[in-house]
């Protein structure tokens, strides 16, 4: 199976590629790749056949958008040009194999990102691990909903969680989680494909993480809420600041009070808590 890169050009880029990031979000791409004047989004050559670009307008910002086949087996290599560390404050870094351990942090994380969301170098996905450390999971029960390479349930279980379940709905990102967990030798953290629906046969979790999309995340609140404990946090990534507002109150309509709002540049996460 091969995998295609849209190659986005926008002008202005900024808020731009944002805004449309955040509009195809939906459309099955499976990990961006911010660049100096757009962004690249990856998706196999089988969703891609269902894309429609052509009702995408905007008054604020113009767009282009060129397509390059990208084979499996030549996206370690491509990855491996470019894939620089990401260092989080003095708490994190996530590191390739390749790179030298980073004495200057907490710990050290090792990721194969290959085709999966959740690098490090997306504002959401920093946003969510700086909230990791703020957090007690001792012993605690964790969910990462959508959890594409796995970083963010390794942070967890590195953080002193007892068990950790990560579901994702692409088969490509469970195989890359599960190689990632076992890189970082994490024992108490399985992951699964599947959707939320699967959450229906699972225990209640001390802490749910979704890194998604707001449209996503909106539908799933009604069953976050459902397999949380009482007293426990709800950690929202994955859309915009002006997103906030909606889904916040949607929760409130589940008994799920704001705790907090962090942003960066104009990302946003939300820490919910029932």
Same mark, same amino acid.
């Given at each position: ?178 190689? =990632? ?29 979704? =890194?998604? =999309? ?61």
């Amino acid at each position: 199976m091969n995998y295609l890169n849209y190659q986005f050009t926008v002008e202005p880029p900024e808020p731009g590629s944002e805004i449309l990031m955040a509009m195809i979000a939906d459309y099955g791409f499976e990990s961006f790749n911010i660049q100096p004047n757009g962004f690249d989004a990856f998706i196999t050559e089988e969703n891609a056949k269902e894309i429609n670009l052509s009702d995408l307008v905007f008054d604020d910002f113009k767009f282009s958008v060129s397509i390059q086949t990208i084979e499996q087996t030549n996206w370690n290599s491509e990855w491996e040009k470019n894939f620089e560390p990401v260092i989080i404050d003095d708490l994190l870094a996530i590191r390739a194999n390749f790179h030298s351990p980073i004495t200057a942090v907490k710990l050290n994380i090792e990721i194969t990102p290959k085709m999966s969301f959740g690098t490090g170098h997306h504002q959401t996905t920093r946003l969510v691990a700086k909230q990791l450390f703020q957090l007690n999971l001792n012993e605690q029960r964790i969910l990462d909903m959508g959890c594409g390479t796995g970083i963010l349930a390794i942070l967890a279980e590195k953080l002193g969680a007892k068990e950790v379940l990560g579901i994702d709905i692409d088969a490509w990102s469970v195989e890359n989680s599960s190689e =990632n967990v076992a890189i970082n030798k994490c024992i108490k953290t399985i992951i699964k494909k599947g959707d939320v629906e699967d959450l229906n046969s699972e225990k209640p979790f001390d802490l749910i993480i979704a =890194n998604i =999309n707001k449209n996503i995340l909106k539908k799933h609140l009604p069953t976050y809420a459902e397999k949380m404990k009482t007293g426990s946090h709800l950690v929202l990534s994955g859309f915009f600041l002006t997103d906030v507002d909606e889904l916040t109150e949607i929760a409130n309509k589940l008994h799920l009070i704001k705790v907090s709002v962090e942003t960066e540049n104009e990302w946003a996460m939300l820490v919910l808590k029932k």
